[in-house]
């Protein structure tokens, strides 16, 4: 925090202070200078609850404004949220999720537009939206500060539910019924989110168009510059692995030379079992802020649907993979129980699609490819955020192309 820039500081009723600055590298910083924003103190010295208070009265502070998306209800207490998070989350009062961006970008945000659209549409499968804290720079520029929306009761994302239930199958302790009864519809509601994506709304007024050759190749380049990433930050026996599966890997990508047309749309661009909350009510999606290695023109710009298909089944897969590297069960079993999620996952979403009448938005040969690119963006994940991951890259490619 030394070579902060202090830009702004928002007080906080309750005495808490806000600061937002940036790095003060110096170069660039119109482009894509990133503001940190820096809570004094954390839960339970009433900056998060400041925070809402102040959503809730929606007067501007300065350069500060406050974006309401629904009646936000009164809540005051603070509890943490303490599961693996790459933003800060708190519940208020019980009522309330706060979740403050403590490395947020310039510029358009999917967390600020996506929920306004997708309660607009009436999509019911998400914690309410409330609203959003937004602080301008001098030039217009928006960035999202924080964000609210409705706390869901015993919520627990997939990486805790999901998984337990593959863990106790493979142990002799979940049935058959219970271990593959969520995916049918985990996959219904991708489904239905996207066909919420695909309505118009005030905010998203024509959200679906349907690119040419070019557009697609763009997605090809996308998915070779994932490889190289991948090629390049992977050393190691998992590095060789890689670079003997390349040819394999370069090949499944041709498969965009032969996609005439295909939809792209809005979506969610960080699908996975971790942002389906199981919780009382029943299961919802969350975390809207687009996929978090890109930058902000990228993760509000249109894409492939096909892509959060890809990632959600991935994320499936990764379960997996995780149980396998935990030496979980045999790994017959473990590729029988992906295997068979992954199809049902895939199963429901088209069939959720199809009800919507919104078929055309599932263009299925790009599937596998982007698959490939996901385990290709897992590697450069691992190498950059997390190094322990690296192995369930590695397996999944071994799986994938034995
Ligand atoms: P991040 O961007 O930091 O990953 P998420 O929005 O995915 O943040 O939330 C992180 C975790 O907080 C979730 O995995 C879930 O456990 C919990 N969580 C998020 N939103 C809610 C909510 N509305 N109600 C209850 N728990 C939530
Ligand atoms: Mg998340």
Redesign the pocket.
């Known amino acids: 925090m030394t070579d902060i820039e202090i830009l702004d500081v928002l007080s906080l009723p309750g005495g808490a202070e806000l600061t937002l600055g940036r790095d003060g590298h110096g170069i660039a910083i119109d482009t894509h200078a990133e503001a940190e924003v820096a809570i004094e103190g954390g839960a339970g010295r009433g900056a998060f609850e400041g925070l809402l208070h102040l959503l809730r009265a929606g007067e501007p502070q300065g350069a500060f404004s406050f974006l309401r998306l629904s009646d936000v209800p009164e809540a005051t207490g603070e509890r943490p ?1 303490d ?1 693996d ?3 800060r ?1 708190v ?1 208020v009062g019980d009522r309330v ?1 706060v ?1 403050v961006f403590p490395r947020t970008t310039r510029g358009p945000q999917p967390a600020l537009d996506l929920p306004a659209h997708l309660a607009e549409v009436g999509f019911g499968a998400m ?1 309410t939206p409330f609203g959003a804290v937004i602080w301008t720079d001098r030039d217009g520029t928006p960035v999202v500060v924080a964000t609210a ?4 009761a015993g ?3 997939g990486w805790d539910w999901y998984l337990e239930l593959l863990l106790g199958w493979l142990a002799g302790e979940v049935d058959d019924e219970t271990t593959f009864e969520p995916a049918t519809p985990v996959g219904e509601l991708a489904g239905a989110l996207h066909a919420a994506l695909a309505t118009a709304s005030s905010v998203l007024t024509s959200p679906v168009s349907f690119v040419d050759e070019e557009a697609i190749l763009g997605w090809k380049t996308r998915a070779e510059v994932a490889l190289d990433e991948a090629l390049a930050l992977t050393g190691g026996e998992e590095g060789e692995r890689l670079r003997g599966r390349e040819g394999r890997i370069r090949s499944a990508f041709d498969v965009f030379d032969q996609v005439p047309t295909a939809a792209a749309m809005r979506i969610h661009g960080d699908l996975h079992v ?2 389906i ?1 199981r ?1 009382d009510g029943g299961d919802a999606v ?2 809207f ?1 687009g996929n ?1 290695l890109a930058p902000p023109e990228v993760r509000v710009a249109r894409d492939s649907p096909v892509r959060d298909v890809a990632s959600l089944v991935r994320s499936v897969d990764h379960m997996g993979r995780i149980a396998q590297r935990r030496g979980a069960g045999s790994v017959e079993d473990i590729e029988r129980w992906v295997e068979r999620s992954r199809a049902l996952v895939v199963e429901g979403y088209v069939r959720s699609l199809d009800r919507a009448g919104q078929l055309s938005l599932f263009e299925p040969t790009l599937l596998f490819p982007l698959e490939v690119a996901q385990v290709c963006h897992e590697y450069a994940y691992a190498a950059r955020y997390l190094p322990s991951w690296l192995r369930v890259p590695d397996l999944a490619l071994q799986a994938i192309f034995p």
């Open positions: 949220i599961v998070q790459s933003n989350s519940v999720v979740k914690p929306s409705a706390y869901l919520a627990r994302d971790g942002q909350l919780w969350t975390d802020d978090p």
